[in-house]
């Protein structure tokens, strides 16, 4: 009868450091997921992703190569991304909703409702990222206009 031999293949400590980094980013991504879910908010595709991390990584720790560690980073980066365009889309349709509002109440003459909801815009915009603050930033420019305009022809 022969005996079955364990060998342990030593372990890269410079990798195990930046695994475990990977691991606890992964946790903060869980937690925002966890977060924006809460808020009604769809991650069924951030949820799936996340599943199929733990393999990679487990992996990654056996064979200590670049190549996968890579394949955890970019995993995470696009968990990263898809939970930045949640968030973002959000954000970006609270702002047009905001927008609308502030449309209607001028239209309505309702301007210290109008003056409410811009103001509530202008919590939204730095929220938002830089290519959609052009966006807004052109329609609260003018919803200010209206209102001091509205204010002038009122007041």
């Known amino acids: 009868m022969s005996k079955m031999v364990v060998v342990k293949l030593p372990k890269d400590e410079k990798i195990e450091s930046l695994l475990e980094s990977l691991l606890e980013h992964l946790s ?3 937690e925002e997921a966890s977060e924006i879910r ?3 908010m769809d991650t069924a595709v951030v949820d ?3 599943t199929d991390i733990l393999p990679k990584i487990k992996f990654a720790r056996t064979t200590y190569d670049d190549a996968d560690v890579g394949a955890v980073k970019r995993s995470l980066a696009q968990i ?3 939970i930045d365009l949640i968030r973002t889309g959000t954000e970006f349709d609270a702002a047009l909703v905001k927008i609308q509002d502030a449309y209607n109440d001028i239209r309505g003459g309702k301007l210290a409702d109008a003056t409410s909801t811009y103001l509530q815009l202008r919590e939204v915009y730095p929220k938002l990222p830089e290519d959609l603050r052009r966006i807004v930033y052109k329609a609260a420019l003018d919803i200010h206009r209206r209102i001091s305009q509205g204010m002038r ?3």
């Open 48 to 50: 799936l992703m996340m």
């Open 80 to 82: 990263r991304h898809e």
């Open 28 to 30: 903060e991504l869980k």
């Open 38 to 40: 809460k808020q009604g």
């Open 153 to 155: 022809e009122n007041g």
